[in-house]
């Protein structure tokens, strides 16, 4: 069972991401080049982006369950279940959860770790209460279509699982109660959609945007991070002068569920609908009809389709505004009460069950007497995902990747092979390199990725089982990487795979590869000091996450960090699926971590960790041994500069570079 099956809950609201801006520009992370400036406001004339000063607090603010689904049945009021109201909350016994990126040079997979999951009324303080399992979201697009440039355009989705559930109370609510039912073993589902965000300093929803989401029954054995089920894919437009990460047909990719015991289909469209600005007001696209192709399908539909080519399954419930009505701030009221979920039933349509055996879905607009296709299912209805698409690897680690194939839904048993991304295949790389300056006037460039090609290991191929399973172990070798970025930890790789028997004009989820950072490995010495191995790394994480040393412990500061030692060693001692975990940024190796709290540990005749002594010129960062030679500078507005608009805008800038060579 997933989300997208009976009994589910919808919940609406808003939620807070304080994500610190400083480190969203690799360069920033050679030590020696780095200024002051760069940990200032970009609207008071710094360099720091739009926040400088973020702390990584990922939270739910002012959520409640506004809708929920019963034996196929709408529910939209408390009349009908005293679930209607109640609030999604974080949790109140710990810190909230953190956001984090994988890497400045993947930005592009930002990982929510630590989140708690709270529902509670009036009287229970949590009828459940879970922790949600890290997951980096996926399907980013530039969903938003008007709107002021402070706003971030994009919007992505998560889905995960709850872990550890624990049932409190009696809420009364038959909703609730057959969810508790429905799930095993303290699992739940849940999926969110988040979209509006805003980074203007200056509006009351600063470092916030909606969100809207869903959360159902689980089941072991299934995929954690997205529904083995019908999925529709985009095909994204590749004029190089557009911008990147936007579909052909005006929608996105989305997923969909059939359920043939009671001959209804659930399509999520949450994540999929243009809005027309960070309200979540969908652009009106006219009438939207889901149906299912009479024949299959085995390459992309071009064209239009007349009508007797399709079963159409029913219209989309979506409710764009009306002409002339007055502007909201929240999301329509069918998006917030069912999350965009929507439930189709075939049962009385003639055809309709058979062909959903073995034919494509298709999302149609009307085009003179036919239809013209938006997005249709994966071609041949064959798919296959890893359910863990990030990866951090410390020299010598190997990880199991799990897989999941399918076709038309149904389990698939086939070869999946593996492969190391080309440059340019994903948006992982980049960086907006730093002008000469002061004290070397040497340019600082962004390093270059994926090399060397060999210091991550993978299998050319593996196979899935009937359960439509496979596994992939995806490991570092021992000598790690090499130190290949030089002024940054470990090197990034794009790992791609697709089914041996998938057709060569197949459409895949821009998304569907496994973001991998391996670590250098660095060995431990004996007696580590200060000012040999320490602070340098203090130092470069003080730069790029100034909340902490301006406000907690200086940590390019002896003396302080010294004040502060019983606080760091619980804080570099806690597991990185802890909220109190130290970096807040997860990107500190193992290695590394093992010299920090053996210096911490061990002390001199004063009770101190080594101090050693100062050198007489300081080491100079190492320069990366290879530099991404297609970096480009764009021009950015204030509140552009250090995030993911930056890294989007640079591609668009080499697609058009690369498209004026040929």
């Excluded at 949590?126 to 919007?155: C, H």
């Excluded at 990460?245 to 569920?257: A, D, E, I, R, W």
């Excluded at 080519?309 to 409710?319: H, T």
């Excluded at 990725?449 to 496979?470: C, E, K, L, M, R």
Aim: glycine content about 8%.
């Amino acid at each position: 069972m997933s989300y997208l099956d009976s009994p589910r809950i919808h919940f609406s609201g808003y939620f807070q991401s304080d994500v610190s801006t400083v480190n969203n520009n690799v360069c920033y992370y050679d030590s020696d080049a780095f200024k002051e400036q760069y940990q200032q406001l970009s609207t008071s004339g710094g360099d720091g982006g739009w926040n400088p000063q973020g702390t990584a607090i990922f939270r739910f603010v002012s959520c409640s369950v506004t809708g929920a689904s019963l034996n196929g049945k709408p529910i939209t009021s408390s009349a009908q279940d005293p679930i209607i109201g109640m609030a999604m909350e974080n949790a109140d016994q710990r810190a909230p959860g953190k956001m984090a990126d994988l890497d400045p040079q993947q930005q592009m997979v930002s990982q929510i770790w630590a989140l708690q999951v709270r529902l509670t009324d009036n009287v229970e303080r949590a009828l459940f209460i879970g922790d949600m399992l890290p997951v980096g979201f996926m399907n980013l697009w530039l969903r938003q279509q008007q709107g002021v440039r402070s706003d971030q355009l994009l919007a992505a989705n998560y889905q995960s699982i709850l872990e550890n559930v624990q049932w409190h109370g009696h809420s009364h609510s038959p909703v609730l109660e057959a969810m508790r039912k429905a799930s095993q073993h303290g699992l739940l589902a849940i999926e969110f959609n988040l979209f509006g965000y805003g980074r203007d300093p200056s509006i009351p929803r600063y470092t916030q945007g909606h969100i809207v989401g869903t959360i159902g029954p689980y089941h072991e054995r299934e995929p954690k991070h997205f529904v083995l089920g019908r999925q529709m894919t985009a095909q994204l437009d590749q004029d190089p002068d557009a911008y990147p990460l936007v579909p052909s047909g005006g929608v996105y990719c989305f997923q969909c569920k059939n359920h043939p015991d009671r001959q209804t289909l659930t399509a999520d469209f949450g994540n999929a609908l243009p809005i027309v600005d960070a309200s979540g007001a969908f652009v009106d696209l006219g009438p939207l009809t889901l149906a299912v192709l009479k024949q299959p399908a085995h390459a992309p539909i071009s064209g239009s389709l007349a009508k007797d080519q399709v079963i159409v399954l029913g219209q989309v419930a979506y409710d764009p505004p009306p002409a002339g009505a007055a502007a909201s701030d929240e999301p329509s009221p069918w998006f917030r009460q069912t999350a965009a979920i929507q439930d189709f039933d075939y049962a009385a349509i003639p055809g309709a069950r058979q062909a959903l055996e073995a034919c494509p879905l298709l999302l149609l607009s009307p085009s003179g007497s036919g239809f013209q296709v938006l997005v249709q299912e994966s071609i041949d209805g064959l798919y296959v995902r890893s359910d863990d698409h990030v990866l951090r690897l410390n020299a010598g680690q190997q990880l199991p990747v799990s897989f999941f194939a399918s076709r038309y839904g149904q389990p698939l048993s086939a070869q999946v092979n593996v492969e190391l991304l080309p440059k340019g295949a994903t948006l992982m790389g980049g960086g907006q390199p730093l002008p000469p300056s002061p004290p070397d006037n040497k340019p600082v460039l962004p390093p270059r990725i994926s090399v060397p090609a060999d210091a991550v290991q993978y299998p050319a191929s593996f196979h899935t089982n009937d359960s439509g399973h496979g596994r992939a172990l995806i490991s570092a070798i021992p000598a790690g990487p090499g130190n290949p970025r030089g002024y940054i930890d470990g090197q990034l790789y794009g790992i791609g795979y697709q089914l041996q028997l998938q057709p060569p004009d197949y459409v895949s989820n821009y998304w569907n590869f496994v973001s991998v950072l391996a670590f250098n490995r660095v060995p431990e010495p004996e007696h580590p000091t200060w000012y040999d191995d320490i602070r340098p790394i203090f130092v470069q994480y003080g730069n790029l996450y100034p909340i902490m040393s301006k406000h907690v412990v200086d940590l390019g500061d002896y003396d302080s960090v010294v004040r502060h030692v019983d606080i760091l060693k619980l804080a570099f001692s806690l597991p990185m699926s802890d909220p109190n975990h130290m970096p807040v940024t997860r990107d500190l190796s193992d290695d590394k971590r093992a010299i920090i709290l053996k210096w911490l540990r061990r002390t001199d005749a004063q009770g101190k960790p080594l101090k050693g002594t100062p050198p007489l010129q300081a080491a100079a960062v190492p320069a990366p041994q290879a530099v991404d030679t297609d970096a480009v500078t764009v021009v950015l507005d204030d509140l552009q500069i250090a995030g993911k608009t930056a890294v989007v805008l640079q591609r668009q800038a080499q697609r058009k570079a690369a498209s004026s060579k040929d």
